[in-house]
């Protein structure tokens, strides 16, 4: 196998693959060159051999071919053997080729020169041809291994240069898309140095900021975001920087570049060089301004009453917890009122609920008005509002403010053309006294406004240990008295009424009891107040004028001789039932003399909604019946009513009857009565005349008629009965 064969196999496929050997001989004799030539032929088989008898012609031809070995004669005409060397290796591809010089001295001089030319190899003439074949072959293979080395490096340079062009095109091109894809995130995204200026900053936080992002490099944030902002930025990058971990994500608020105020949920985390040394800070800040508006506007649904704007109830034990909380320390005092409005269910029912929805916002007005920015107004529901009073010196404080909301809730409210007033029952707790949780403190202000509510309302109570009792207590009333109607334990007593000059009965007055099981027989007084407020009194009262009704015909059907029979009437009855209706109801079923019907009205009764309750007593009138105003001098006495009503008897009140003698002012409102219902044709009749100094004094005075214990108390049915048969005439007490 050739030497230059093995050559190629070994260069393999390479991209500088030599495809010829080529070997240059140059000598200005004919014979040498031929020898050379020849021999030169015999180094590898299909070796091309250039022969030369000048050294110009040489160079030229050279600088256009690729050699593998060039063999020189030293001593030529123009040009010496060194010469040419130096030439040749100035050829751009001269420098690696062997070049053997022959030479027929053995002068060190000139074979310095040659070697200074760049001679590889040096051949003595006459030249010995094994020697010859031996040298140039050495040298060819060596120039081959070189050409092949050479290639291969150049190869592998441009392999790497193109992978490198590539690497460097896809570093630019993932680059450009990792920016264009943090541009098209809608957060503000930045990178900044150690010094806190911008590295980076992505579309977002460009179009936020106003600056270019190309032109970011270098600006300090407290140029775009202000101060406060670049302080705050700046000492969190440090943390980054100090700890080379990422911050938990806080809250943040930038202006915008209208002046507007932003949120933005924000997080840092530290950018890393190839040594892993922490070199920027990567900042991230997304937009939550909507998401915060829409959870406050949540927020604030869930936390106040719709129809008022007022706080609620959980935005209420929200402040309470917070001002117990600021009271680790203790020595906070505050106070919690429970506002409840006095017979809201019956102006709901009487003017509709949509005068009640005003009303209750009017009433949310008012509290606002009254109350300091620390103290929490808050409606709890229904007719239900609330006060947090915070700050107080002492109890004195609540106290007032209590007064206050009496007397703001008792001015005149317009709504809808109307005008009414309202009163309210406020019941007060003071932390810490009265408790030291929350619910024990709205648990005992209810209580103490519960107690407020049946001490008569339009006042306040302060929370005191015993009204657990006595509320408990009043819980129970309620369900009895409901179980009292379903199972009817009422009774009617009646009270005799006497003419002053006869001494005859003349009439009676039907008064209910309450046969209370295991307590006994209970008055009215007990009772009546909340069986109003719970609208109880209507079943009850429409059986009390039935019943009443009945006895009296029953007692008519035994022969007794016919009496006036009085029944009282509620103020409830007239805003929630067809009062017209009830009592035409119980004179059909019972079929009485309407004439004998006496309704003893409140003047509650005809100041409210006076208009109708005309319209319902001249109806009755029509039919006979008469009307009585009972407690006369008690309310507001007003001479309008006596005018406008159809009013028979005027009955004066027995606190006036109770001190006639003692009392010189009550003789003077008894006589003003009298005279009063005499100068308009109405009777008088005077309540609870116990004594017959009290009797005479009546009498004096010209009082029609009487009733109380001077002649007899309410008796039972069955006992007046007696005292009727038994002598209609009462002894005279005069
Ligand atoms: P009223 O209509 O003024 O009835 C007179 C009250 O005075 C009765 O009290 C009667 O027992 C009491 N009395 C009578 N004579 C004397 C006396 O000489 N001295 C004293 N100290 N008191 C006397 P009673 O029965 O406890 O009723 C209290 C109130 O309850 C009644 O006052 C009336 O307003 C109301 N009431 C009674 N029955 C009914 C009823 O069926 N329906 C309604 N809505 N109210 C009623
Ligand atoms: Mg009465
Ligand atoms: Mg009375």
Redesign the pocket.
């Known amino acids: 196998m050739a030497p230059g064969t093995s050559l190629n196999d070994e260069a393999g496929c390479g991209s500088a693959k030599h495809a010829m050997t080529l070997i240059a001989i140059l000598d200005d004799r004919v014979t040498n060159r031929n020898i050379f030539s020849r021999l030169a032929a015999t180094l590898e088989e299909g070796a091309e051999v250039q022969a030369f008898g000048d050294p110009c012609e040489a160079l030229a031809a050279l600088a256009n071919a690729d050699p593998d070995l060039v063999i020189t004669d030293f001593k030529m005409p123009n040009m010496d053997g060194a010469e040419f060397t130096r030439r040749f290796r100035a050829l751009p591809h001269g420098a690696d080729i062997p070049v053997i010089v022959i030479t027929v001295y053995e002068d060190r001089g000139f074979r310095l020169r040659a070697l200074e030319a760049g001679a590889t190899d040096f051949l003595q003439s006459p030249v010995d041809h094994q020697e010859f074949i031996t040298r140039a072959r050495n040298l060819l293979k060596l120039s081959k291994q070189q050409r092949l080395i050479k290639s291969r490096a150049l190869s592998l340079e441009s392999e790497l240069a193109a992978s490198e062009r590539s690497r460097q095109a896809l570093l630019r091109d993932s680059r450009e898309r990792l920016v264009q894809v943090i541009d098209t995130i809608p957060a503000m995204i930045s990178a900044t140095d150690e010094s806190g200026a911008y590295i980076f900053i992505n579309a977002y936080q460009a179009q936020f900021s106003g600056v270019d992002p190309a032109q970011c490099a270098g600006i300090d944030p407290v140029a775009t975001f202000g101060p406060a902002y670049a302080a705050r930025s700046r000492a969190l990058d440090r943390l980054v920087f100090e700890g080379g971990e990422a911050l938990p994500a806080y809250e943040e608020e930038i202006i915008d570049r209208s002046g507007m105020p932003r949120v933005f949920l924000t997080t840092k985390s530290p950018l890393h060089d190839e040594t892993n040394t922490v070199v920027g800070v990567l900042t991230s800040a997304i937009d939550i301004t909507e998401r915060k508006q829409a959870e406050s506007r949540l927020r604030h649904i869930a936390h106040h009453d719709s129809l008022t704007r007022l706080p609620n109830r959980l935005l209420l034990q929200h402040r309470l917890q917070r001002e117990l909380a600021r009271d680790r320390r203790g020595g906070r005092l505050f106070a919690l009122h429970f506002i409840d409005l006095d017979r809201f269910k019956e102006i709901n029912d009487a003017f509709g609920h949509q005068f009640g929805d005003q009303l209750l916002h009017a009433v949310a007005g008012r509290l606002s008005h009254l109350t300091r920015e620390s103290d929490t107004v808050a409606r709890l529901g229904g007719d239900e509002f609330a006060i947090l009073q915070t700050d107080l010196r002492d109890s004195d404080d609540a106290a007032a403010l209590a007064r206050q909301v009496v007397e703001v809730l008792s001015q005149p409210f317009g709504i809808e053309g109307q005008t009414l007033t309202l009163s309210a029952s406020i019941g007060i707790t003071i932390y810490p006294r009265d408790g030291s949780v929350l619910d024990e403190l709205l648990r005992n202000a209810d209580l103490a406004m519960y107690r407020a509510k049946s001490d008569g309302g339009a006042g306040f109570r302060f929370y005191c240990a015993d009204m657990n009792q006595s509320v408990r207590e009043a819980i129970r009333l309620e369900a009895d008295l409901r179980q009292a109607v379903a199972e009817n334990q009422f009774v009617l007593h009646f009270?005799p009424q006497v003419n002053v000059e006869s001494g005859q009965i003349i009439g009676m007055?039907?008064?209910?009891r309450w046969e209370r099981p295991g307590v006994g027989l209970v008055?009215?007084?007990e009772f009546?107040s909340l069986a109003e407020e719970t609208g109880l009194?209507m079943p009850i009262?429409t059986w009390?004028l039935r019943e009443a009704c009945r006895q009296a015909r029953a007692w008519r059907e035994r022969g007794l001789p016919p009496l006036r029979l009085a029944i009282?009437?509620?103020p409830v009855q007239f805003r929630r039932q067809n009062v017209y209706e009830l009592v035409l109801q119980a004179l059909d079923d019972t079929g009485i003399d309407p004439h004998y019907l006496e309704l003893?009205l409140t003047e509650t009764i005809l100041m409210e909604n006076a208009e109708a309750s005309v319209k319902t007593l001249r109806a009755l009138q029509a039919l006979g019946v008469t009307f009585a105003i009972?407690?006369f001098g008690t309310g507001y006495s007003s001479l309008s009513y006596v005018k406008n009503f159809p009013v028979d008897r005027l009955k004066i009140d027995?606190s006036f009857v109770r001190n006639l003698k003692t009392d010189p002012s009550d003789t003077a409102i008894v006589r003003a009565i009298i005279n009063l219902g005499h100068s308009l044709a109405i009777q008088v009749v005077a309540?609870?005349?116990?004594t017959r100094e009290q009797f005479t004094q009546l009498a004096a005075e010209g009082c029609d008629e009487v009733?109380?214990?001077?002649f007899a108390?309410?008796l039972s049915a069955a006992d007046f009965e007696a005292l009727i048969v038994k002598d209609r005439a009462l002894p005279h007490p005069v």
């Open positions: 009270q007055e039907a008064l209910l008055k009215p007084g009546l009194i009262n009390v009282n009437l509620s003893e009972d407690d027995q309540e609870g005349v116990e009733q109380g214990y001077l108390p309410p």
